[in-house]
């Protein structure tokens, strides 16, 4: 796998002149061209991230410059304050916090402070979660599974406020998902409801799976990396084997390819969405929890990687892209077996994982 890190590397560092400091989200199969979106969208950090990831390995100082301008871009939103989200996480981690760990930028670490206050600030006491959207009608009480991810931002400011109150509100807010998204399949619906003044539990909410009970892909790859997520940041076992059961389940249920339908509940003309973003978001998650003894699933992962590279990678130019094959949302008819810039980010942490380097979650 060694090959396809180097390859993406170099097609990072390639077409990074080309999308410059912007906030790509998917590719226009049309044209090859990722998207432009907002700085406030919640995918603004993986372009960003991506970035990072190559200045790593090569210390090209132009991906630098461009994470740099990205990360100042990204203050627009971060002062606006009031359209941000429970995503911050994924928007500042891979972009301020990256910064600061890499080389003590004080403003950045400001950044990544005020960004995890913000999360903070999400928490419902009464429910012992974090609180999703305020762009949707009488979601006051909603959580999703991919809030599990943005927990890294309060592990990471905890250590770095050396307060605690962070980390307790990330573990609240982790075992609420336990004690309510896990199901005794080893399966999580994307969206729980709860009475926002009581916190009592009020059911599944429709999202993107394709129904109630059914089992979105991207989903399961966000508990198994987010439970892992937690159990390397507390110790705490019962996070541990919730991620790995979810993990076990996802992976016997793949398709021979080891790419999974965009839900593993498809069927027909369904099945001809697929997710190549859920696998890299899995095999990342996998790496993880084989980082934390259970080494079986490096195992896991090196297949999956290994099915992307050989199936779903593109490494020339013919697009922006890397990782085809992936899908936004399906029950809405967006972003339909193309790149996504989250799976793009994944693929490359997940190679660089696999070949024994850190990670940025």
């Not at 080389?103 to 400001?110: D, H």
């Not at 995890?116 to 974090?130: D, H, K, P, Q």
């Not at 973003?277 to 980082?291: D, H, K, R, Y």
């Not at 193309?338 to 997940?350: K, V």
Request: charged fraction near 20%; aromatic fraction near 12%.
């Amino acid at each position: 796998m060694e090959r396809a890190y180097t390859q993406t590397v170099q097609k990072v560092t390639a077409i990074a002149p080309e999308i410059g400091a912007a906030f790509p989200q998917a590719v226009d199969t049309a044209t090859g061209l990722y998207n432009r979106e907002k700085p406030r969208y919640w995918t603004a950090g993986f372009w960003g991230g991506l970035l990072w990831l190559a200045y790593r390995e090569n210390g090209e100082h132009r991906l630098f410059e461009l994470a740099c301008e990205i990360e100042e871009r990204l203050d627009a939103p971060l002062n606006e304050f009031i359209r941000l989200h429970h995503d911050v996480g994924f928007m500042w981690l891979p972009t301020a916090v990256e910064h600061f760990l890499a080389t003590g930028c004080p403003a950045s670490r400001i950044r990544g402070l005020k960004a995890a206050s913000l999360l903070a600030s999400r928490f419902n006491l009464a429910g012992r979660f974090i609180r999703a959207w305020e762009t949707r009608e009488n979601c006051e009480g909603w959580a999703i599974i991919d809030c599990l991810m943005n927990l890294s931002l309060l592990y990471w400011a905890s250590k770095a406020a050396g307060d605690p109150r962070f980390r307790q509100i990330a573990c609240a807010h982790a075992d609420t998902v336990l004690e309510h998204f896990v199901r005794a399949d080893a399966t999580v619906p994307h969206i729980i409801g709860f009475d926002p003044e009581t916190g009592k539990r009020v059911g599944v909410m429709p999202g993107q799976g394709k129904a109630l009970d059914s089992v979105w892909a991207r989903g399961q790859a966000w508990a198994i990396y987010g439970f892992a997520l937690s159990y390397r940041e507390t110790g705490r076992l019962p996070y541990q084997q919730a991620a790995a059961r979810i993990a076990d389940r996802f992976f016997e249920n793949l398709p021979e390819d080891k790419i999974p339908y965009w839900d593993f509940c498809a069927s027909g003309g369904e099945r001809e969405a697929r997710d190549a973003s859920a696998a890299c978001i899995a095999a990342s998650g996998m790496l993880e929890l084989a980082s934390g003894g259970l080494e079986r699933f490096a195992g896991y992962a090196r297949r999956i990687l290994e099915s992307l590279d050989k199936n779903y990678a593109c490494y020339d130019h013919t697009s922006q892209g890397i990782i085809r094959g992936s899908t936004g949302n399906y029950t809405a008819g967006k972003w339909i077996n193309t790149s996504l810039i989250y799976g793009d980010f994944f693929y490359l942490e997940a190679l660089g994982k696999l070949l024994g380097k850190p990670g940025i979650f």
